[in-house]
């Protein structure tokens, strides 16, 4: 598998076939910072700014994480600089993660050790209500520092978005019949009808994107922009409750 579209559960995926872009196209953006050796800290995942505290991003990415393991960079089109990092306070992983299938329910909340101060590049993102359902076919956007193209391993050091269409979940369900992943209701595929475009490692955790509403958190895929397989998000619409009691 891809994490955020990898073969190897490693915590990142990356925008293949996308394009530059900058943070104030994408202000509710995070990058979310590793450690290793609790030396060096570097981006493994995206996140989606929920409010002046907590950021939404996939439960693959922090799940077993001490919170010392990660940091919040927020305000910045580069994945390693700029902007101003965080330190992470608590790392709230949903109860229910890989319950019922393999990566269900892939959301978890990193609430910030300080507030996050609003500004062009800083802001909190609007989520998908309980009854928003994008349809089949509907333009949606994807943006991360996620590889270019499968197995690259490196990322994109600037923030990068590329278009993608939602796919039906029947479509996505018969997609990975013959696979490990069971597509439920809790997820949302996106993707391109000929591939060459989706969201890969590195990507995971972050936002995508419909008319400006955040309806999907970057989960998982086989392979990146592989045409047979769709991208797989998490379904925002369906963890508005549990996202506002832990925000």
């Known amino acids: 598998i891809v994490f955020c579209f990898a073969a190897v559960p490693s915590k990142s995926q990356r925008i293949v076939g996308g394009s530059l872009t900058t943070i104030d196209q994408y202000p509710t953006i995070a990058a979310l910072l590793y450690t290793y050796n609790f030396i060096t800290y570097g981006q493994e995942c995206g996140g989606i700014i929920i409010n002046n505290?907590?950021?939404?991003?996939?439960?693959?990415?922090?799940?077993?994480?001490?919170?010392?393991?990660?940091?919040?960079?927020?305000?910045?089109?580069?994945?390693?600089?700029?902007?101003?990092v965080h330190n992470v306070a608590q790392n709230i992983v949903h109860p229910q993660f890989n319950v019922g299938a393999i990566l269900n329910n892939d959301?978890?909340?990193?609430?910030?050790?300080?507030?996050?101060?609003?500004?062009?590049?800083?802001?909190?993102?609007?989520?998908?209500?309980?009854?928003?359902?994008?349809?089949?076919?509907?333009?949606?956007?994807?943006a991360g520092w996620g590889d270019l193209f499968y197995g690259?391993?490196?990322?994109?050091?600037?923030?990068?978005?590329?278009?993608?269409?939602?796919?039906?979940?029947?479509?996505?369900?018969?997609?990975?019949?013959n696979t490990v992943f069971t597509i439920t209701d809790n997820m949302l595929c996106s993707g391109w009808p000929n591939g060459g475009r989706?969201?890969?490692?590195?990507?995971?955790?972050?936002?995508?994107?419909?008319?400006?509403?955040?309806?999907?958190?970057?989960?998982?895929?086989?392979?990146?922009?592989?045409?047979?397989?769709?991208?797989?998000?998490a379904r925002v619409s369906r963890y508005v409750s549990w996202i506002s009691a832990n925000a």
């Open 152 to 177: 690259q391993q490196i990322g994109s050091e600037q923030l990068r978005h590329v278009q993608l269409v939602v796919i039906n979940q029947n479509t996505c369900r018969n997609q990975y019949a």
């Open 53 to 84: 505290r907590s950021i939404l991003t996939a439960a693959h990415c922090t799940y077993g994480d001490a919170a010392s393991r990660w940091r919040i960079r927020v305000g910045s089109t580069w994945a390693n600089s700029g902007g101003v």
């Open 107 to 142: 959301v978890a909340i990193l609430r910030s050790a300080t507030f996050f101060t609003f500004n062009n590049n800083v802001r909190a993102a609007s989520l998908a209500g309980a009854n928003y359902y994008p349809g089949d076919n509907q333009a949606v956007w994807a």
């Open 198 to 233: 989706d969201q890969c490692q590195g990507d995971s955790g972050g936002p995508l994107y419909h008319n400006g509403v955040v309806v999907g958190v970057c989960s998982f895929g086989e392979g990146c922009a592989d045409a047979r397989y769709s991208g797989v998000n």
